[in-house]
């Protein structure tokens, strides 16, 4: 499994003068209106080279934006993941220890490892926990049409058809399978949440169409709670896709090999190969299988490919 290096459309930039925040936390900033309102957490670079987050989250603090009703929080991440990019080894900053997107269960952030992701979450646990809705914002490897990613519940979901982009939806009815998101922290991960997490992914790493995506899927979360003003040119929502997860897979080997090449969004019939994961073999559990980011190398212990259904 090889990755040819991308073109770099979207780069870091210096985000060091972001830093001092108003919580008392790195890279964490606060407004609040001082009428009632959600409280409503935009967060980047959960990832360190997802840099179109960095963008949607640069461009509210820029512009001054602050909120009409309630409170809008933006944080930055993974800050360290994210200035360790190398131009020649553009994916290998995505995480330094641990996936920070995987360890925000009791089980990890209340236990005895150490690494930077786990520092760096155990800081932001309260801003997390402090939120009534959140917006994740990810992006992918590979240039693949962009997705929502949510658990299904309805209050998720009614967000996503609202906001109508992306069209795309991953519907999780039982989590991921290999770690707990940050959407699904403390309360989030339950059906008496406050609110809607999300994670948005907006296509390639460094595409500045994903950086676009971003930019506007934040403007319009942050509009539909009523934080700004919603944009009246925006567009009605197209029409909505949505997939439900049925299997989250982890290579358990070097030699971990898909059947062919693939991008994200191929299908399957019902029992076909799609790799071969070790010992292990990984075969579609239905027809019109559909694949949603597959790895493009073979890391032992990371995600391989989600298996999904339409619904």
Not at 66 to 92: C, M
Request: proline share 8%; net charge negative; hydrophobic share 40%.
């Amino acid at each position: 499994m090889t990755q040819n290096p991308p073109d770099l459309e979207v780069l870091p930039r210096d985000i060091s003068a972001y830093r001092e925040g108003n919580v008392g936390i790195d890279y964490v900033h606060r407004f609040e209106s001082g009428k009632p309102g959600p409280h409503v957490l935009i967060n980047a670079l959960t990832h360190g080279n997802e840099i179109c987050g960095m963008v949607a989250a640069t461009h509210l603090l820029d512009t001054g934006a602050r909120p009409k009703i309630g409170t809008l929080t933006v944080s930055f991440a993974h800050v360290e993941a994210y200035n360790a990019f190398d131009p020649e080894r553009p994916h290998e900053n995505r995480q330094i220890v641990h996936n920070l997107n995987r360890v925000w269960s009791d089980e990890w952030l209340d236990g005895p490892d150490e690494s930077p992701e786990l520092r760096r979450a155990r800081q932001l646990r309260p801003v997390v926990a402090a939120a009534d809705h959140i917006l994740d914002i990810h992006s992918t490897s590979q240039d693949v049409v962009p997705f929502w990613v949510y658990p299904a519940f309805d209050r998720n979901a009614r967000v996503a058809m609202a906001i109508g982009l992306p069209p795309v939806h991953l519907v999780m009815p039982s989590g991921l399978g290999s770690g707990t998101p940050l959407i699904q922290h403390g309360l989030h991960a339950g059906p008496d949440a406050p609110g809607a997490a999300m994670v948005v992914e907006c296509g390639q790493h460094f595409k500045q169409a994903a950086a676009d995506l971003a930019t506007e899927v934040t403007l319009r979360f942050l509009a539909h709670f009523g934080l700004i003003d919603k944009d009246p040119a925006t567009l009605a929502p197209e029409a909505q896709r949505r997939f439900e997860l049925l299997q989250t897979h982890v290579i358990q080997s070097e030699d971990f090999r898909f059947v062919r090449p693939l991008v994200g969004f191929e299908t399957f019939a019902k029992g076909e190969l799609i790799a071969n994961n070790g010992p292990d073999e990984i075969r579609a559990p239905c027809d019109d299988c559909t694949i949603f980011m597959p790895a493009q190398r073979a890391i032992v212990g990371r995600e391989a490919v989600y298996l999904t259904k339409p619904l």
